[in-house]
C-alpha cells in the first residue's frame, strides 16, 4: 500500500505563512548563532531525546551536517518538535524539518519546499503475532487503528476502498497510542510508516526475537511479513512496486513509440509509392 510514493525526506521553509517572501534564512541563523531544526521525537534510529536532553538519531544527524555546513560547528542546534506539516506552518522561526514526511503535491503548494530524498519507506501493518493475517484482504472488518486526519489514514481509507475491502478504521492520535490500543485489544492492527511501526514494536517488546523474513503476497504486492516477540509486522515492499510501475509505463510508451514509427514508415511508404506514380505519369511520352 503505497503513500506519496512512499518517498520520505528533509523539507526546508521556501517561505512565510502569511505569503510574502522572507529574508534569506542565511541571514537570519548566522546572527541568531544557531539552526533552528524540527524533528519528530520518539522514532528509533531517527529522532529520541536521552534523560539529559541529548539528541540523537538519523534525522538529527541531518540538523548537525546543516548546522555544520553553515556555522562551522554541529552543535549549534536548536531543535523544535514537530507533529505535523501545520505545526511547520504556524512556526516561521524553525528553519529546516529534518523528519519522515511524504512528499505530495498538496505538501508542495503549503509554502514548504522539499529538498533531497533522505528516506525511503512505505506503509504497513502492525498484527499480534498469532494473528493470520497474510494479505489486506484479512483485514475486512477488522479493527484496524491508524493515527486520525494523517497521511496514512488518507491512504488507508482510499485502497480498501479501491479493493472493496470491508474497513473497521479506529482513530488514535499517533504512532505510540495505536501501539497502545494494539495491546490493549482495541484494534487487532495498526497501520502506518514501516519505521513507525518498527519504532513502536521495538518499544512493545521486553525481550524481542526476530525470525527469519518470509515472501508472501499482498494485493499484487510483494510483502516481507516478519516474526518478533507478540507481534508480527507486514511491510509492503512499495519501492519494488514503484519500479514495477515504471518498467511497465516504460514498456508501453516504447511499444507506443514502435507502433506510431511503423505507422509512420507505412504512411511513408504509400506516399513514396504515390509520388513515384504521379512522376511517371507526368514524364513525356515519348512519340
Known amino acids: 500500500m503505497a503513500a506519496g ?47 539529559q536532553g541529548h539528541y540523537s538519531g538519523f534525522d538529527v544527524d541531518i540538523c548537525r551536517a546543516v548546522a555544520a555546513a553553515i556555522l562551522g560547528t554541529a552543535d549549534r542546534v536548536q531543535y523544535k518538535p514537530v507533529a505535523s506539516i501545520d505545526f511547520v506552518q504556524r512556526d516561521t522561526d524553525i528553519d529546516i524539518v529534518s523528519r519522515r514526511l511524504t512528499w505530495t503535491l498538496r505538501r508542495e503548494g503549503m509554502h514548504v519546499l522539499f529538498g533531497l530524498v533522505t528516506f525511503y519507506d512505505g506503509q504497513g501493518f502492525l498484527v499480534p503475532g498469532g494473528s493470520r493475517v497474510t494479505h489486506a484482504a484479512d483485514l475486512a472488518n477488522v479493527p484496524v487503528c491508524v493515527a486520525e486526519s494523517s497521511e496514512h489514514d488518507v491512504t488507508l481509507m482510499a485502497y480498501f476502498k479501491r479493493q472493496q475491502i470491508a474497513l473497521n478504521r479506529v482513530a488514535v492520535a499517533d504512532g505510540p497510542a495505536g501501539g497502545r490500543a494494539l495491546t490493549d485489544g482495541r484494534c487487532q492492527a495498526l497501520s502506518a510508516d514501516v519505521s513507525e511501526l518498527a519504532s513502536v514494536r521495538s518499544a512493545m517488546q521486553a525481550r524481542p526475537r526476530l525470525s527469519h523474513p518470509r515472501r508472501s503476497d499482498f494485493a499484487g504486492a510483494a510483502l516481507a511479513a516478519r516474526a518478533r516477540g507478540r507481534h508480527r509486522f507486514v511491510q509492503r515492499a512499495s519501492v519494488d512496486g514503484l519500479r514495477d510501475d515504471r518498467r511497465r509505463a516504460a514498456r508501453r510508451h516504447e511499444g507506443q513509440r514502435v507502433r506510431n514509427g511503423n505507422a509512420r514508415r507505412s504512411g511513408n511508404r504509400a506516399n513514396a509509392r504515390i509520388e513515384s506514380r504521379e512522376r511517371r505519369r507526368a514524364r513525356p511520352r515519348r512519340q
Open 5 to 51: 510514493r512512499d518517498i520520505l525526506i528533509a523539507v526546508t521553509l521556501s517561505a512565510s505563512c502569511g505569503g510574502t517572501l522572507p529574508a534569506s534564512r542565511l541571514s537570519r541563523i548566522r546572527p541568531r548563532g544557531a539552526l533552528v531544526c524540527g524533528v519528530f521525537p520518539g522514532i528509533a534510529g531517527f529522532a529520541q531525546v536521552d534523560g
